[in-house]
Each structure stands twice: as C-alpha cells, then as structure tokens.
C-alpha cells in the first residue's frame, strides 16, 4: 500500500498503456505516462490514490475534477515507485 507522499511514477493508466483511439484530448490521461508525482491521499475504496503530477504543464488541457490542484485518482496499480537514475 502506498503511504502518503511516496513519490511515483505513472506507468499504465487505467490498467493499459493504450490510449482508445475515440478519446477526446481533455480525457486523455495516458499522456501522462512516464510522470511523476507524490501520492497525497491514500488508496480509497476504488483501489485509487490521489496523486498530484509534478508536471503541471502536461495537465493543463486535460480534466481535473478534484480540489487538490493538479492532481487526479489513480489505480494504486498503475503506478510504481520513482526510481531516480543517476546520470554518469
């Protein structure tokens, strides 16, 4: 489970890495494929945590319908931890 601010990175979105080929710009969140963000609310009873992106320029056309500004419910299983690479 994950705690409150453990910092991942979105690696599916909504179980697939496939964006549906009918789905509007404002609704597509597999764009955000690769972000990262802080979990800031723990799993609800929908296997979602709240997670808000770090990259809010990748949000701006997309709908964000929660208080918490640039942040959206995410599957708990759709992210993995952040891994920072060190760059040699």
Do not use: A
Not at 25 to 32: F, Q, R, V
């Amino acid at each position: 489970m994950l705690e409150i601010g453990t910092r991942v990175k979105l690696n599916k979105f909504n179980g697939t890495i496939d964006t549906p080929k009918d789905c509007d710009k404002s609704e597509n969140y597999w764009s955000l494929i690769g972000e990262s963000g802080i979990v800031i609310q723990p799993k609800n009873s929908c296997s979602r945590v709240l997670i808000q992106f770090e990259n809010i320029e990748k949000l701006k056309n997309l709908h964000c319908h929660n208080e918490v500004e640039s942040s959206l419910w995410i599957l708990e299983s759709d992210v993995e931890l952040y891994q920072e690479h060190n760059k040699y």
